[in-house]
């Protein structure tokens, strides 16, 4: 019972942590607000979102660190040099109550 137990929670980590992996996307928007928080909308959109992420803007991530400097950084270059990009969400949404946070982004070879 305990082993079904742990798997079961298990996979529930795996499928609730496996939502916004997107790969070769472009930036198309990108906004900053004065609230040291950046919002960003890909092309293709990402097929599948938390229930909680239901604004038109798909990503959000705060710049009052270092690591959100550098996604800031990366996401502007992606932006501006339609490079493709890939996006790690978190599957959460407390940077903004209605986009989804992002943990990473990749700058992917063209």
Same mark, same amino acid.
């Given at each position: 019972?305990?082993?079904?137990?742990?798997?079961?929670?298990?996979?529930? #980590?795996?499928?609730?942590?496996?939502?916004?992996?997107?790969? *070769?996307?472009?930036?198309?928007?990108?906004?900053?607000?004065?609230?040291?928080?950046?919002?960003?909308? +890909?092309?293709?959109?990402?097929?599948?979102?938390?229930?909680?992420? #239901?604004?038109?803007? *798909?990503?959000?991530?705060?710049?009052?660190?270092?690591?959100?400097?550098?996604?800031?950084?990366?996401?502007? +270059?992606?932006? +501006? +040099?339609?490079?493709?990009?890939?996006?790690?969400?978190?599957?959460?949404?407390?940077?903004? *109550?209605?986009?989804?946070?992002?943990?990473?982004?990749?700058?992917?070879?063209?």
């Amino acid at each position: 019972m305990k082993k079904i137990f742990v798997s079961g929670l298990l996979l529930l #980590t795996f499928i609730s942590s496996s939502y916004a992996d997107v790969y *070769h996307v472009n930036i198309v928007k990108v906004a900053v607000r004065k609230d040291e928080s950046v919002y960003f909308n +890909t092309d293709p959109a990402p097929s599948s979102r938390p229930g909680c992420a #239901t604004n038109s803007w *798909h990503y959000a991530f705060k710049v009052n660190s270092d690591a959100g400097k550098g996604m800031l950084s990366l996401a502007i +270059t992606a932006h +501006t +040099t339609k490079a493709l990009i890939g996006v790690q969400s978190l599957g959460t949404c407390d940077t903004y *109550h209605n986009m989804e946070d992002v943990d990473y982004i990749i700058l992917e070879e063209k």
